[in-house]
């Protein structure tokens, strides 16, 4: 019989639900207070809960557990410990203490630390974040028991995404609080910042996907001719969804319900064979490994239904790449949402200054947002014509635009624009109000009315480092701000001064206009907005002087966590173009090569066949295409020798950053060299010879 979806939603997270059933009144308590205000959880408690929690797992079937983290890496790791443990006669019981629920220690010298951590101190802690639910996770081979938690290195630097970002959380809660405070508002003592990650992504059939070693390697593909249709008709976006897909989408929605994932909405994107999955939003902190499991349990149930999920930000040239949307607020313990305008923004001075502290911290730290929203693959996205530009800008909307330049004017707003009925000229049809602003889906960082949307951050990446990035250097402005109003004597005035004084200055950095136009980045330019078009040239801002004092100010990244970040970034960027030279040096000659020659011999054997049979004069046509054929080949050679020989020169550059350079600017020029003849080879090439499934056969035979 089928369950209902109540009964099982969250039945693999050891919630709070579960934690009532399952523990003491007096630890549930303690524990509580733990996870809402970092009260320390005392040993015997810690015991308690380890205790409850492994009742609960064994319940279900659970033999082993892990310690979840989040390195570098940009996605997860874990080591799974069983719970077994001897008793001396042979037989063993099933233990987990509370001692392991807190800490593990985990070899961390295999994960990336920029220089942290010398390899002979390898140890790494990985320490147990309370505040997002443990869960279970059901595979073939059995169920583990999987605690989500920090990793640092033996001197506490943090080695992981996780550690910076509750510390960006904590950080943003005091300064909005003491604002918030400077309200009236006294009863707040902390303010949550809430997300939702809107996740894009593309299926495609499995059997296909293996027969291409740029997917497999690189989770793109590296050459491909554009198919006679791409997505020009718009007939895919928000399209009826094929069955297979639907059937994948509604198994998926239940895996992730059960592990209490409040997916909400699936539908297709833009591009064929791509969609999207929109969850309702959650504390940051959770929504960050929620996303990560949500892109782990699509590649899972994927496989289930003979698909494959790309989750690269560019798999296909041609056609629009996949991006994440993330929805920033922030909330307080009373509930109340800060970014909320309310009925008359224009009087709303709480959310008018807030949200120029927003303003004000984007533009200041625009470079560094744009790095962390950067990852190699989304450099193929951010700026091509379907994607945000490399240029951080921010859409306000009509409103609250008009109500900005009141005070950037006049120290003060009078009125705010209302919203206006929208009439369908059907008379059945009941009126609506509109909104009191339409979208604007090229701007990078949109108001979305009870909100903030940054739409530069890729599929595939972790949403840790751009909230981190966001939560800091807001709390820095909001800083500035309490440090400034606290000492007024004359609070409306000197607010309104305030929200008046940061729109002047930082007014450059809204924009409202196409930001997929040409001309925006001429006009970006001359408002000396920054435009870093590769990932490697935002990589700097993590070393800016403001950034490291802004971060340390705040406690959420050292100077040198900052540096070792630096370091790492370069470090994945040459490693991943490293990665795409070798996988097209090697499909170029081991298939694309090999299967021109093959073309052209029969081209030749035709024509001499021709020749023989009623002369030279018949073969012009076929020879034509020879030669043809030939020019490619000989052009694709030449690119591929070329690459070869750049790939060696990468190797023996030791300096991370003048590596990842020498791949930007010299390696990538040549793949791009590569690829051009090869695809106007596939073009030509009998397609019974052609090595790998094309374009049209990828994205619309799913
Ligand atoms: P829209 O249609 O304007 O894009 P949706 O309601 O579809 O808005 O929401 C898009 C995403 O934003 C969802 O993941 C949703 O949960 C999230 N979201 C909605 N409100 C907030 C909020 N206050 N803070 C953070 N995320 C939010
Ligand atoms: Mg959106």
Redesign the pocket.
Known sequence: MERELTEYFGEYTFNEATMKKYLSAEVYAALKRTIDSGEDLSPEDAEAVAAAMKTWAIERGATHFTHWFQPMTGVTAEKHDSFISPVGDGSIIMEFSGKELIKGESDASSFPSGGLRATFEARGYTAWDCTSPAFLRKSDSGVTLCIPTAFCSYTGEALDKKTPLLRSMEAISKQAVRVLHLFGKNDVKHVDV?????QEYFLIDRSKYLQRDDLIYSGRTLFGAMPPKGQEMDDHYFGAIKERISAFMSELDVELWKLGILA??EHNEAAPAQHEL????STVNIETDHNQLVMETMKKIAARHGLTCLLHEKPFAGVNGSGK?N???L?TDTGE?L?KPGKNPHENLQFLLITAAVIRAVDEHAELLRMAASCPGNDQRLGASEAPPAIVSIFLGAQLEDIYAQFAANGRAISSKKRENLSMGVNSIPSIKKDVTDRNRTSTFAF????F?LRMVGSSMSIADPNTVLNTIVADALCDMADELEKSTDFENDVCALISRTINEHKRVVFAGDGYANEWKTEAAKRGLPNKESFVDAIEALKFDNTVRVFEKHKVLSRTELESRAEINYEIYAKTINIEARTMAEMASRKFLPATIRYIRRLGEAINEVNQAVGSEYSATEAEILKECSQHLADANAAYKKLVAEIGIAAGISDTCEKAMYFRKTVVKTMEALRKPIDQLELIVDDRLWPVPTYGELIFEV
């Open positions: 809430c997300v939702g990650a809107e909400k909405t929109a969850p309702i939003y949307h929805n920033w607020s909330v949402n970014m979305t009315g009870n909100k949307e």
